[in-house]
């Protein structure tokens, strides 16, 4: 059930999202008007490629201090690093801990979006992540009765949060890998500021972020990859300051023994890949963390409830591709929304 055409011609493996002319090629010198200084960096964390460019006379300077934030932020929220917040929660035996407020930021926000999505947004699927081998790469196929076991620990509301402080049951571990980028970007965003930057784009693993526009006063154009053929992009958003973020079916996937092909994004209501007939589910908004939480509920929700969550709040805007080849997206895009792929594309409904 789970073979999938988006993952079967899915030539490259890697993120959902590039950058069509922000973070383009010529990182130097009067891009166009408005500033002539810009500086780019390429930093791998997090497991991840992340391109960071900035304008004005401060970019270099400000670039190293984002340089040097998304390192303490994977120090901390790492799951396998010893000394982080979430490999001590992890070996917490049901004790609490106390985490940094980072963590409990997403801490938080992951409790909200999960009772926001009836639990599809899981960070306690850890283990279940495990048993498939997404955390390590040894990927194998684990039995029905194995999944069924580790679901029993998987109750996101049993984790108690209160003040500094984190709770989880024994045998519970968690896993940040959902929104823990979106919340990087942010966190990137602010120190540029801080830095004296108000002109960026940032790409980590194809989740794209911007601060203010271009420096001639113009949008951003960011491109969005073709899930059944991610080297090459299906439609372009024209955004300003916004966070577009990107989870898909062929981001991180292996073919089993039995030819099926799976993917890293787990339903929790039976352990395996989300199949719920979306391939790829992009989120645009104001917040990178509320982006990311989202883009990887709203893949296991499927169409209908995904639609749904938007009607509900039409706080985002999102662009959904279902595994029968539509795109569909919210009528807030309709004005920097452009299909440049082969397959149709149209606006989701009001009701
Ligand atoms: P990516 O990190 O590939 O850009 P996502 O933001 O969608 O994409 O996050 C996927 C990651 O989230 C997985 O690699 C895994 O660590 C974790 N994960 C998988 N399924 C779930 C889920 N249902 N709820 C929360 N986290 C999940
Ligand atoms: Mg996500």
Not at 18 to 30: E, M, P, R
Not at 33 to 44: H, L
Not at 112 to 130: F, Q, S
Request: proline share 4%; net charge negative; hydrophobic share 35%.
């Amino acid at each position: 059930m789970l073979i999938n055409k988006a993952v079967r011609s899915a030539a490259v493996c890697c993120a959902g999202l590039i950058l069509l002319t922000g973070c383009g090629s010529g990182d130097s010198s009067s891009d166009s008007a408005g500033s002539d200084v810009s500086a780019a960096k390429d930093v791998f964390a997090m497991d991840t490629f992340m391109t960071l460019k900035a304008y004005g006379p401060d970019a270099e300077p400000a670039l190293d201090a984002a340089a040097d934030r998304i390192a303490e932020l994977e120090k901390t929220l790492s799951v396998t690093d010893k000394s982080s917040d979430i490999w001590r929660l992890n070996s917490s035996a049901g004790q609490p801990v106390e985490v940094s407020s980072d963590t409990m930021t997403i801490l938080q926000k992951a409790a909200e979006v999960y009772d926001k999505t009836g639990g599809a947004l899981n960070i306690c699927l850890y283990p279940v992540l495990r048993a498939w081998g997404f955390t390590t790469s040894e990927y194998r196929i684990p039995g029905d009765e194995e999944l069924r076991e580790l679901l029993e620990n998987t109750d996101c509301r049993k984790v108690v949060l209160d003040g500094m402080t984190a709770e989880l049951p024994s045998d519970y571990q968690v896993d940040l890998g959902a929104l823990a980028k979106g919340y990087t970007g942010d966190e990137i965003m602010e120190t540029l500021r801080e830095n004296g930057v108000d002109s960026a784009i940032i790409s980590l693993g194809g989740n794209v972020q911007s601060l203010g526009t271009k420096p001639d006063g113009s949008m951003w154009k960011v491109s969005v990859r073709d899930p059944f053929s991610p080297d090459t992009d299906m439609c372009v958003v024209e955004i300003g300051e916004k966070a577009v973020i990107t989870s898909g079916n062929y981001e991180r996937y292996f073919t089993g023994e039995d030819g099926n092909v799976y993917w890293h994004i787990i339903d929790g209501a039976d352990g395996y890949p989300a199949d719920n007939g979306l391939v790829s589910v992009t989120v645009i908004g104001d917040c990178g963390l509320d982006c990311d939480a989202l883009s990887t509920a709203l893949f296991v929700e499927g169409y209908p409830d995904a639609c749904e969550q938007w009607r509900k709040s039409r706080d985002f805007e999102m662009i959904l591709v279902t595994d029968d080849g539509k795109i569909y997206y919210t009528e807030g895009l309709s004005g920097s929304f452009t299909n440049i792929s082969s397959m149709p594309a149209e606006v989701i409904p009001d009701a």
